[in-house]
């Protein structure tokens, strides 16, 4: 009978075509038959085909007798199309071999079934190996593996040792600056194939059309970071690291702990990247081009089903895979294996040479694999020992492992194991984790079921990707989450929160931004990929606006571009006028106080600004014509508001001219000289990112010269809410915390907070004007007030031993928990809700230009009512990024609720994983976030 490998010496021409979902025209081969020889379990009932010869079953390396195969030799060579569900090797017409079990082994007890086979996405596979470019004597089948994943529709990345680097483990060399070069593979993927072995060359080619392979002078594990974070990135993000075939058998742990191939594996988990292991193991010297092509296309299954079926619960970070070399590889059993543990025996691993008898490096692995006591010879489990040698004698070592040794560990253990599987001519497959322990072994001694091989995914099966891997039912992809708050105390709230998604080592967190001057922070620089999908929560000054502008489906950022409309008093004013006017029955005519808005530069033209005000100074006139002795509650008094400050700063009442003549002129007095020429052109900005509520203004209260250009007054609410069981009233506001999510959906979280101003409430005709702790109730103003009188640093204010600052144990408190009837309660919290949804939804609709929402954005605000004696709330103010730590460690389980509404409102629904967080939280929590406007205003 002819050999095997005179079997496969004719080949036909193969056509070459580009696929234009591959970057660069990445080279795929036309399936063209190939003039292969078929097999069938019964002569051919034709003649004239070829001559007719008999192939014995093999019974060396499957647990099953099979009956005879006939080869038909095919006559001539013709390009027809492959009907990929008759794939090359393939016995055809044959019954299915029986799966009768060993009831000694239970090899074959099945896992669930596997889910259908054109299920399988297209992959982006980076593939590596340790035995470097192909090669005949040291790299046979890396080629051969890469041409049947092309073949598959995987786009394949190649990145290899230049060199072979067996045995060197997950190894970098330190020190060493690593050079690329570029391989070009050969046309024929066979070592003893015409045209096998590619050229390489220093530079890369000028044109994407060619098929080009990087090739780098470090280790395997080398190999994978450049592959992953410096090749191929145009390429679309990597699903996928292979390393291998490598060239023999990695089963046992001796084998496993040095090698290359599964060092290279173990570099892309750790880099959170998931890995294959593959390892061929040869049984012969003579490399069969049919067994070779079938184990890969074999290998490509397996790889197909481990990449589809990977557990999401973290148990596995790799797979090793051992593929025997023997003929039926495709039809024997695939099975899970627990490593075996062996060791090397006594003697060392080292042979004595001398000094100028050291052989190369490629042939002296090829001796170790293929020699006596090789892989390739089992037989003979002696081995001669180095004889000894007394005293000093310059010698060199030559590495020689015994590895009769290893073979001979295999026989004697029990079944199960990783080299007794393979040994037996099947597949196995070891599930490891990255720290040198084999994961749970509950699957050894099973077999993986794999697709049947009729059911093959053809490339017309294989989908798309999509932008949103999530939507297909898999695993979600990894998230690089960017939180850099830049503020103690909500950062790790906001760390817990994105936690509790629940996706384990798919949520990469980052929370630590790059120093880059002046500049600002590039997202794209902090990211594997254009196309990662991407979690930013920064301070608005560090956010990457163009480039989640460019990325609306993988990027989600924590705040909106352009927002003036409601964080700037006087557009919050005009927002609401342009509003009622057109709807003349909203709810903000009554929840919203009538503001007078006004443009002052410097003092001494206050009289001017206010030309057009017409309430105000008919207000105010009116106040001036009243007798000095007559009852000053009868007067309108006025809240004077600087349009761009926060923590209360310029905040003053006042009812006369005069009064607000005196305002004016007592912050000119106070402002500091290297003020008088600030930045006049603040309002012509369209960022918004400096009236963050937490960002502050300095120390004094004084109004800088950036503030004094824009102000509101509104009539002063008297008397407000008041709570009857305090002996000595005082003033409060609500804090309301608000989510605005893409193109628009609001919500308001319903634990709302108090907080309480620092002295008795006192009408404001009975204080004098600079007195305003009786009717300020911000809290940064009375810790800075006390700060001030103790001496503390403002950056480490008095705190008790839960972390709360001590002013402010006693001025904020639960909304829910305040001593009124649960009817008033619901009362105010049901306006809010109203009046919020409204707001958010006025600014969209009649501000456009400067409130724009972000499909991809959300963000948080801090909303400010003040309740009167009535019941009736009105919005004082909306902060973007809200001063959380004002809260106070006692009530920071408030914040993370909030924050974890956040995750699951705004950042869950993006990236798609809403349904296991909804199973996480509990309806109370759901419950929390109030949604009181949903519009579309047709933004993607």
């Known amino acids: 009978m002819a050999s ?349 040479v001398d000094a100028d008898g050291a052989g190369d490096a490629a042939d002296e692995e090829a001796s170790i694999r293929e020699g006596p006591g090789g892989e390739a010879d089992v037989k003979d489990g002696t081995d001669a020992s180095a004889n000894a040698k007394r005293g000093h004698k310059h010698k060199h070592f030559k590495w020689a492992p015994r590895l009769t040794q290893l073979h001979k560990s295999v026989d004697e253990s029990g079944p199960g194991n990783d080299g007794r599987t393979v040994k037996e001519g099947k597949t196995c497959i070891t599930p490891l984790k990255a720290n040198f322990a084999m994961a749970e072994g509950a699957f050894s001694r099973k077999e993986f079921v794999l697709p049947p091989l009729a059911a093959a995914t053809s490339q017309q099966d294989l989908p798309v990707r999509t932008k949103n891997p999530a939507v297909d039912g898999s695993s979600p992809p990894l998230i690089r989450a960017i939180v850099a708050y830049e503020d103690p105390y909500v950062q790790p709230l906001i760390l817990s929160a994105l936690r509790s998604l629940g996706l384990g080592d798919k949520l ?72 009622a006017a057109k709807n003349p029955s909203s709810v903000l005519r009554r929840h919203v106080q009538r503001s007078e808005a006004f443009e002052v530069d ?123 069981s305090e002996p000595e009233p005082r003033k409060f506001h609500i804090r309301t915390y608000v989510l605005a999510t893409g193109s628009l959906r609001v919500h308001v979280y319903r634990h709302m907070l108090a907080l309480f101003a620092a002295k008795p409430y006192r009408a404001p005709w009975e204080h004098s004007p600079t007195d305003i702790d009786s009717y300020l109730t911000n809290t940064c103003l009375q810790e800075q007030q006390q700060q001030q009188q103790s001496g503390a640093s403002p950056s480490s204010p008095p705190i008790d031993a839960n972390g709360t600052s001590l002013t402010l144990r006693n001025t904020v408190q639960r909304f829910w928990s305040l001593p009124l009837e649960r009817a008033t309660l619901d009362d105010i919290f049901t306006q809010i809700c109203a009046s919020t949804g409204e707001l958010f939804e006025a600014a969209a609709r009649a501000m456009p230009v400067h409130f724009q929402t972000l499909p991809n954005a959300f963000e948080v605000f801090g909303l400010d009512f003040l309740v009167d004696a009535a019941g009736h709330a009105w919005l004082l103010e909306v902060n973007a990024f809200p001063d959380f730590k004002q809260t106070g460690g006692d009530l920071s389980s408030l914040v993370e609720g909030f924050w974890r509404g956040v995750a699951r409102e705004a950042v869950a629904p993006f990236f798609g994983v809403e349904g296991s967080v909804a199973a996480e939280a509990g309806d109370g929590e759901r419950a929390d976030m109030v949604l009181v406007k949903d519009v579309d205003l047709g933004r993607r």
């Open 508 to 579: 990469d967190l980052v929370t630590e931004l790059p120093s880059t001057g002046d500049d600002g922070v590039s997202l794209a620089s902090l990211l594997p990929a254009s196309d990662t999908r991407t979690l930013q929560i920064t301070p608005y000054e560090a956010i990457d606006f163009e480039f989640a502008a460019s990325h609306p489906q993988t990027c989600l950022v924590n705040s909106y571009m352009i927002r003036k409309a409601l964080i700037r008093k006087h557009y919050l004013s005009s927002t609401v006028d342009h509003w």
């Open 4 to 352: 095997s490998a005179e079997l496969c010496t004719t080949t036909a021409p193969r056509t070459l075509c580009y696929d234009r979902r591959r970057p660069f025209g990445a080279r795929s081969r036309c399936r063209w038959a190939r003039g292969r020889p078929t097999f069938g379990a019964a002569p051919p009932s034709h003649a004239g085909e070829g001559p007719e010869r008999v192939l014995p079953a093999s019974v060396s390396f499957s647990s099953c007798l099979r009956p005879p195969l006939y080869y038909n030799a095919p006559a001539k060579v013709t390009e027809q199309p492959i009907d990929r569900s008759k794939r090359q090797g393939q016995r055809l017409d044959a019954p299915a071999p029986s799966r009768t079990p060993i009831l000694t082994r239970r090899e074959h007890l099945a896992l669930a079934p596997p889910p259908p086979a054109n299920l399988t996405a297209a992959m982006h596979i980076l593939v590596t190996n340790d035995d470097g470019p192909p090669s005949p004597e040291s790299s046979p089948y890396v080629h051969c593996l890469v041409k049947h994943l092309q073949e598959a529709g995987h786009v394949v990345s190649v990145c290899l040792p230049h060199t072979q680097r067996s045995w060197i483990g997950k190894a970098h060399m330190i020190g060493q600056t690593l050079t690329p070069t570029y391989y070009r593979p050969g046309k024929n993927v066979h070592a003893d194939e015409a045209d096998a072995v590619g050229t390489t060359h220093h530079r890369p080619a000028p044109s994407g059309d060619v098929e080009e392979w990087v090739l780098v002078d470090g280790t395997p594990a080398s190999c994978v970071q450049i592959g992953l974070y410096h090749f191929f990135q145009d390429r679309g993000p990597i699903d996928l690291v292979v390393s291998g075939p490598n060239y023999g058998r990695n089963s046992t742990s001796v084998f496993a702990l040095s090698s290359g191939t599964l060092g290279a594996a173990l570099e892309a988990a750790v880099c959170r990247q998931k890995a294959i292991a593959l390892s061929f193991a040869f049984f012969t010297r003579n490399h069969d081009p049919v067994i070779i092509e079938s184990a890969c296309r074999h290998s490509v299954r397996v790889i197909e089903a481990l990449y589809q079926r990977w557990p999401t619960d973290d148990s596995v970070d790799l797979y090793s895979v051992n593929v025997p070399l023997v003929e039926d590889v495709e039809r024997n059993a695939t099975m899970w294996a627990d490593m075996l543990q062996n060791y090397w025996s006594a003697g060392s691993c080292f042979e004595e």
């Open 602 to 724: 410097y003092a001494e033209f206050l009289d001017d600004a206010l030309v057009e005000a017409f309430d105000l100074r008919e207000s105010m006139a009116r106040n001036d014509e009243a007798p000095a002795d007559d009852n000053p509650a009868a007067r309108e008094w006025w809240i004077l508001k600087p349009g761009m400050s926060d923590r209360g700063q310029g905040v003053r009442l006042f009812s006369t001219m005069e009064e607000l003549q005196g305002i004016f002129d007592g912050w000119e007095a106070e402002r500091p000289d290297s003020d008088d020429e600030g930045d006049d052109d603040d309002d012509d900005a369209d960022g918004d990112g400096e009236e963050n509520e937490g960002a502050g203004r300095g120390d004094g209260d004084y109004i800088t010269t950036s503030h004094l250009r824009h102000f509101v007054a509104q009539p002063y609410v008297h008397p407000p809410l008041l709570l009857p």
